[in-house]
Nanobody, 126 residues
Framework: QVQLVESGGGLVQTGGSLRLSCAAS????????MGWFRQAPGKEREFVGS????????KYADSVKGRFTISRDNARNTVYLQINSLKPEDTAVYYC???????????????????WGQGTQVTVSS
């Protein structure tokens, strides 16, 4: 079973940037599809983006396209989420997630992922 630990969250001003990291251990990270979700207070957990095993393919929610970038370093068992041009509506707990299953389409729903991190808080002040 893969364990995931996120880091890099914090308090930033509107327009600022953050780089979230997710370190994996205990499994075959390089063969896992990885993703990021977020959950704001009172809202459901929503898809942010996902990345293929090799990193050659990515998918993003429309709300973050052009501002968020997912990348991975399989040698370091780490996936990253670069967040630019932050907005107050980006405030949420950000979760890293992964799965060994691949249907040919990068998954965008919580039920398609097997393991989750504990989350890291991102707060954007206006």
């Amino acid at each position: 079973q893969v364990q995931l630990v996120e880091s890099g969250g914090g308090l930033v001003q509107t327009g600022g940037s953050l780089r979230l990291s997710c370190a994996a251990s205990g499994g075959t990270f390089s063969r896992s599809i990885m993703g990021w979700f977020r959950q704001a207070p009172g809202k459901e957990r929503e898809f942010v983006g996902s990345i293929s095993w090799s990193g050659s393919s990515t998918k993003y929610a429309d709300s973050v396209k052009g501002r968020f970038t997912i990348s991975r370093d399989n040698a370091r068992n780490t996936v990253y989420l670069q967040i630019n041009s932050l907005k107050p509506e980006d405030t949420a707990v950000y979760y890293c997630t992964g799965t060994r299953s691949y249907t040919g389409v990068l998954p965008t729903t919580t039920g398609m992922y097997e393991y989750w991190g504990q989350g890291t808080q991102v707060t954007v002040s206006s």
